[in-house]
């Protein structure tokens, strides 16, 4: 008798250790997220004619390259961290003078052999943080290459994605990442 009273206290033990593992273990796997009331809207702007682009989140340098350098403003990309938060990476802002052009990347391999191919240079104050993967809300940011017009071209619109191949001559390179949606933090 007193061996199986042990027996169920010892079963009963074994049992709560094993919830309250599976409690730790779904815990530790829950998404942990940057705080959205910390994001700003990702403008882009674009010279059409000669299909450039450009992102940024200071309205200061969006009046400046829209006064200055003829852009004009077209949409807001999404929602993006100034300072790494929870769960995000940086996302390098590559630029090219001589091709006019700008392409943005979380791949550090990329950054790195951009610029050391001479003709992209990074822009520290335009980096951002973002999401690697379609977590916390997020939602994929687009990225579409035009070879003949060494254009970089992002947007997080599926319409805009498509018209993009379809329309003006832009290859599909997948997502670059993921951007909270616009308007989500007031
Ligand atoms: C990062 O970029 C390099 C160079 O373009 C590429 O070879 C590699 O596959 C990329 N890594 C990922 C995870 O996309």
């Not at 309250?20 to 674009?46: F, I, M």
């Not at 003949?148 to 947007?155: C, H, I, L, P, Q």
Request: with cysteine.
């Amino acid at each position: 008798m007193k061996h199986i009273l042990s027996a169920i206290f010892l079963s009963i033990v074994v049992g709560l250790a094993a919830a309250t593992n599976n409690l730790h273990t779904a815990g530790r796997s829950v998404q942990t997220c940057g705080d959205p009331d910390d994001t700003l809207p990702w403008y882009r702007v674009s010279v059409p004619s000669k299909f450039a682009y450009a992102y940024g989140t200071d309205p200061s340098w969006i009046s400046t390259v829209i006064l200055q350098d003829g852009f004009v403003l077209q949409t807001i990309l999404g929602m993006v961290f100034l300072t790494q938060e929870e769960s995000t990476v940086p996302c390098y802002f590559l630029s090219s003078d001589v091709l006019a052009d700008n392409f943005v990347t979380i791949n550090a391999t990329e950054r790195d052999a951009a610029i050391a191919g001479g003709q992209y240079f990074l822009r520290t104050d335009l980096q951002t943080y973002i999401y690697p993967t379609e977590i916390c809300g997020s939602i994929p940011m687009y990225r579409l290459y035009n070879s003949a017009k060494t254009s970089n071209f992002f947007t997080t619109s599926e319409s805009e994605r498509l018209s993009a191949i379809s329309g003006s001559g832009y290859a599909d390179l997948g997502i670059a990442g993921y951007v909270l949606p616009a308007g989500v933090a007031c």
